[in-house]
Structure formats: structure tokens, C-alpha cells
């Protein structure tokens, strides 16, 4: 969708590579989303996907660059660790989505980014690639022979793309072969009809354990990382494009207001799923 170089361009391209770069990010979505409908069964994964891909189409003509929407890494690990139900889930997002159309409506967003140092920021991009960095191991280390084929196709493609116009879709090409693999061993899945979401809502006690368990664990993690991290590396790959903290608030906001009532689950923005699209 954008030049790599950083200019100004805002046109939208299809391309093999583009195709390639959008996948860039599913090594985070598709564990949580996943995870989370294993463990918790009164919650539609099909619902979680429908409204993953209707952001990202939007957030692709709203913003003209590569913006991630990713689920949100607390609330899943949280409810995947504890099996907590479909009410709490959707209480934390109404909550989370509440509290951040107000910032970014207000300004306050911008605000508390100017009081924030920048090294806190870069800090939690740091430590974010270490921990996604550490999980990765945890999937590589019991299948060795899969990790290394992957490893190998992607530095291949990179060192293709550096000294050739070979496209890098190295990210499309593991995706393929891992859904291949899959097929081969576990057999195509039975194909059904999605049921229209059903509006969910939540009791007073989803919304107390909602807001305690899962959205005051995730809200430091989304300002931090999804917003201001965010912000700050769309400015460092496209400086005459660059996003402010409150817009980027704003639009996670109406994201879980509008999704996780219909069975959606809570989104945000992400400097590693950009980076990850971006690359």
C-alpha cells in the first residue's frame, strides 16, 4: 500500500509483494484468536476474523498506509491462562474502546505522549521484539526441521531482494507451505456457512471482573506500544505520513465499540505488526 522509501505516495498497490508484506503480522493474530476460541467455547472464531479483516480494509483506506489491526496480547494471554467467557471478553473491550475514543477525542493522547520520554517508548519496542523474539523459540525448538526450512526461504528472499528485483515474499511463501502442511496431516476442514453475529451483552460482574482482569492489564500495553510506538515508527518509515497518537486512539476506540458487542474481539494498533507489513 506504501512505498517503502517513505515518501509521500498514497496510492494504493496490489502487488505479490504488498500480498506478501500483509501476512507479515499473522504469526501474532492467528495464536491469540485462536487460543482464545480453543479455550473459551461460548466465543465464534469466524465472528473474530470477520471483523479483524472489515478493519484492516478500513483502516487501509483511512490511513494509506500498512496499519496493523492486531487482537490485544494481554486480554488473550489473560483469557487463555484463566478460560474467561465471552461477557468479561466483550466488557474489557467496551471498556478499553470507552477510554481511548475519550483520549483521542479530547487529546489526550498527545498529551501524555509529550510527557512520556521517547527512550520509554523505543523501550517498549525494544522489549516487545525480545519477548515476540523468546516466543518464537518456543515454536522453533519442537519443530526443528519446520523452523529451519523457514528460516532458510526467508533468508534467501531477503538476500534476493537486497541484490535483485526479486520480490520478497518470503512471509507469503512459509504461510503457504505451513497451510499445505497442515492440509497433508490433519485433512481439509468441513466448510460451513458463518452465523451472523449475535450482539452480546455483558452482565455488571462481566464488566468488573472485564475491566480488572483484563482491561487494566492491557491499557498501559496499548498506549505504550499500539499508540505511542506506533506513532513514533510511522513517522520513522513515512515521515510526510506520520500518524498522531490521538487519531491512532481514536480509531481503536470505535474498533471495540463497534466489534466486540457483535462477537468481535478487542483490537489495536501495533509498531511490531507494522514493522512486521512494513519489511
Not at 29 to 43: K, N, S, T, W
Request: proline share 8%.
Amino acid at each position: 500500500m506504501a512505498e517503502k522509501t517513505g515518501t509521500e505516495e498514497r496510492g494504493i498497490r496490489i502487488t505479490l509483494e504488498e500480498v506478501a508484506g500483509a501476512v507479515g503480522d499473522f504469526g501474532t493474530i492467528f495464536p491469540i484468536l485462536l487460543g482464545v476460541a480453543i479455550v473459551c467455547p461460548d466465543v465464534n472464531v469466524s465472528h473474530f476474523f470477520l471483523f479483524l479483516a472489515a478493519w484492516y480494509i478500513i483502516a487501509g483506506f483511512y490511513y494509506r498506509l500498512p496499519m496493523p489491526i492486531e487482537p490485544m496480547k494481554a486480554i488473550g494471554a489473560i483469557v487463555i491462562a484463566e478460560g474467561l467467557c465471552a461477557g468479561e471478553i466483550v466488557a474489557s473491550g467496551l471498556v478499553v474502546g470507552a477510554l481511548f475514543l475519550l483520549l483521542g477525542l479530547v487529546g489526550g493522547m498527545t498529551w501524555i505522549g509529550e510527557r512520556i520520554p521517547r527512550s520509554v517508548v523505543r523501550g517498549v519496542q525494544a522489549g516487545l521484539a525480545l519477548i515476540l523474539l523468546r516466543t518464537s523459540l518456543g515454536y522453533i525448538v519442537p519443530d526443528a526441521l519446520f523452523a529451519a526450512v523457514s528460516i532458510a526461504i526467508i533468508l534467501i528472499f531477503f538476500v534476493l531482494s537486497q541484490r535483485t528485483r526479486v520480490p520478497d515474499v518470503s512471509a507469503l511463501l512459509v504461510l503457504l507451505i505451513g497451510l499445505a502442511a497442515g492440509i497433508a496431516t490433519q485433512g481439509m476442514p468441513p466448510f460451513r456457512l458463518m452465523p451472523l453475529p449475535v450482539p452480546v451483552i455483558p452482565m455488571p460482574a462481566d464488566f468488573i471482573a472485564g475491566t480488572w482482569d483484563l482491561a487494566l492489564p492491557q491499557i498501559p500495553l496499548t498506549l505504550t506500544n499500539a499508540i505511542l510506538a506506533t506513532s513514533l515508527l510511522t513517522y520513522d518509515l513515512f515521515p510526510k505520513q506520520g500518524v498522531n497518537p490521538d487519531r491512532l486512539s481514536r480509531t481503536i476506540g470505535a474498533m471495540n465499540l463497534v466489534s466486540t458487542p457483535l462477537g468481535g474481539f478487542p483490537m489495536c494498533h501495533g509498531a511490531g505488526g507494522l514493522a512486521a507489513m512494513y519489511r
